[in-house]
């Protein structure tokens, strides 16, 4: 007397099972990335995150502007000086520094209405690494200049000292930089700044 009651029953709850597992089977999980997919994400997070994050103040008497924000984002070059050097390019410890990067904070300019929050500046120089292989410590130093484009248009001289932390040196890796510089600028009333930074590189 049931049996038709039931067999509709039934043949609901199978249609309402595969209705419900539909979506599941088309938000299946994606393909795994390949090798150069993950490589090429892995670029780009490095490329987009800044691998310097500081601070810098004026200093002497009558230095005005107070301290700013520095965030930069640093592209070391190996550069090799010598065979011994050229064996392990990538690991080399002379490199060439290209660092852009943003200065946030009140920066004066010629006159005192010419003011800016942010400036944007350039870092260029040469950096070399003392970090004996299969240590975790080793120091670098380095010159260069800075150039700032907003308000003031102006180069520094900017000697850097600092250390370099990390498992040393088989293969790419992360390392650690712990970094005291000084830009000594040719223009503006804050013509010597000091800036303490933190950052990180691949070797």
Same mark, same amino acid.
């Given at each position: 007397?049931?049996?038709?009651?039931?067999?509709?029953? *039934?043949?609901?709850?199978?249609?309402?099972?595969?209705?419900?597992?539909?979506?599941?089977?088309?938000?299946?999980?994606?393909?795994?990335?390949?090798?150069?997919?993950?490589?090429?994400?892995?670029?780009?997070?490095?490329?987009?995150?800044? $691998?310097?994050?500081?601070?810098?103040?004026?200093?002497?008497?009558?230095?005005?502007?107070?301290?700013?924000?520095?965030?930069?984002? $640093?592209?070391?070059?190996?550069?090799?000086?010598?065979?011994?050097?050229?064996?392990?390019?990538?690991? /080399?410890?002379?490199?060439?520094?290209?660092?852009?990067?943003? *200065?946030?904070?009140?920066?004066?300019?010629?006159?005192?209405?010419?003011?800016?929050?942010?400036?944007?500046?350039?870092?260029?120089?040469?950096?070399?690494?003392?970090?004996?292989?299969?240590?975790?410590?080793?120091?670098? *130093?380095?010159?260069? /200049?800075?150039?700032?484009?907003?308000?003031?248009?102006?180069? !520094?001289? !900017?000697?850097?000292?600092?250390?370099?932390?990390? $498992?040393?040196?088989?293969?790419?890796?992360?390392?650690? /930089?712990?970094?005291?510089?000084?830009?000594?600028?040719?223009?503006?009333?804050?013509?010597?700044?000091? $800036?303490?930074?933190?950052?990180?590189?691949?070797?």
């Amino acid at each position: 007397m049931h049996a038709r009651p039931l067999a509709r029953r *039934a043949a609901g709850l199978a249609a309402a099972a595969i209705l419900a597992a539909a979506p599941r089977a088309a938000r299946a999980d994606p393909p795994p990335l390949s090798g150069v997919e993950e490589a090429l994400a892995g670029i780009l997070v490095i490329t987009l995150l800044p $691998s310097e994050i500081g601070a810098d103040v004026a200093l002497g008497p009558s230095a005005e502007g107070g301290a700013r924000a520095l965030l930069a984002w $640093s592209f070391q070059v190996p550069i090799a000086l010598s065979e011994s050097d050229a064996a392990t390019a990538p690991l /080399t410890n002379h490199r060439v520094v290209l660092a852009p990067g943003l *200065a946030i904070g009140e920066q004066l300019g010629a006159t005192p209405d010419d003011r800016a929050d942010v400036t944007f500046r350039m870092r260029a120089g040469y950096r070399g690494v003392y970090h004996p292989r299969g240590g975790v410590f080793g120091v670098l *130093a380095g010159a260069g /200049t800075t150039m700032e484009f907003w308000p003031l248009v102006r180069p !520094s001289i !900017s000697p850097e000292l600092g250390v370099h932390l990390g $498992s040393c040196c088989m293969d790419f890796a992360p390392m650690v /930089t712990l970094i005291l510089r000084g830009d000594v600028w040719f223009a503006g009333d804050d013509a010597l700044r000091a $800036s303490a930074i933190a950052g990180w590189a691949l070797y």
